[in-house]
């Protein structure tokens, strides 16, 4: 059974530090990975996607990297913002569905 | 193009009373998805639909939990009789054929309050 845990909980930041949210996943045969992120009672955005032949994808401040043979992914926030303060999920996708992790909030302090 | 559509936003109700939340996803995306997320987790597929089928729905509680999606477009999740534990955010995700490439898309979700 797929297991996916993300650390750390939460993470509180100043502005302009650079930061990294780690992604762990049990099962390697994954169709892709997805990064979102969810705002206090919104829905989920999607952030990035990276297919699982792929080593990392980039969206401005953003990079996520894949690495299946040790079950890993981090994604990567540079020069962090308060507007950047949410809950960060990461998700596979494994057998047609999406299965998350309980999602890292972070906090970026102005 | 507009995105997936969820209502109600927010929904309270007492427990053992039913109550049902609508979704339209993105047009022309042919697979449709429930996902329950409680407080403080990660959400969790209920059921996915491709087209107007049922594929998936290992994880939909079926003595109190139904879905439809008539002519594989709009979708209905219905909870007959609600209890304290079904308290949560229910979100409705849709992806096209290239869902593999492309991922999925999430609506804003229901936040349905069983008191």
């Known amino acids: 059974k797929q297991e996916v845990t993300q650390i750390p909980a939460a993470l509180s930041v100043p502005e302009g530090e650079n930061l990294v949210l780690n992604c762990s996943f049990t099962?390697?045969?994954?169709?892709?990975l997805q990064w979102f992120r969810q705002d206090p009672g919104k829905g989920l955005t999607s952030l990035l996607l990276?297919?699982?032949?792929?080593r990392e994808q980039t969206s401005g401040r953003l990079n996520a990297s894949l690495d299946k043979s040790s079950g890993r992914s981090t994604l990567y926030i540079a020069a962090s913002q308060p507007g950047d303060s949410a809950t960060y999920l990461c998700?596979?996708?494994?057998?047609?569905?999406?299965?998350f992790g309980q999602g890292t909030t972070l906090q970026v302090k102005p | 193009e507009a995105g997936v559509v969820q209502s109600p936003r927010y929904k309270i109700i007492e427990k053992k009373q039913p109550v049902a939340f609508w979704c339209n996803p993105i047009?022309?995306?042919?697979?449709l998805y429930w996902y329950r997320q409680n407080l403080g987790q990660g959400p969790e597929l209920l059921i996915r639909?491709?087209?107007?089928?049922?594929?998936?729905d290992s994880q939909l509680p079926k003595d109190r939990f139904s879905a439809e999606r008539l002519k594989g477009v709009d979708s209905t999740l219905k909870i007959q009789p609600a209890e304290l534990g079904d308290s949560a955010v229910y979100l409705c995700?849709?992806?096209?054929?290239?869902?593999?490439?492309?991922?999925?898309?999430f609506g804003p979700g229901t936040r349905l309050t069983v008191l």
């Open positions: 995700a849709s992806s096209s054929e290239a869902g593999e490439m492309v991922g999925q898309f």
């Open positions: 099962d390697s045969a994954i169709y892709n």
């Open positions: 990276i297919q699982s032949s792929q």
């Open positions: 998700a596979v996708h494994n057998t047609g569905k999406l299965i």
């Open positions: 047009s022309g995306h042919n697979t």
């Open positions: 639909y491709e087209n107007e089928e049922a594929v998936d």
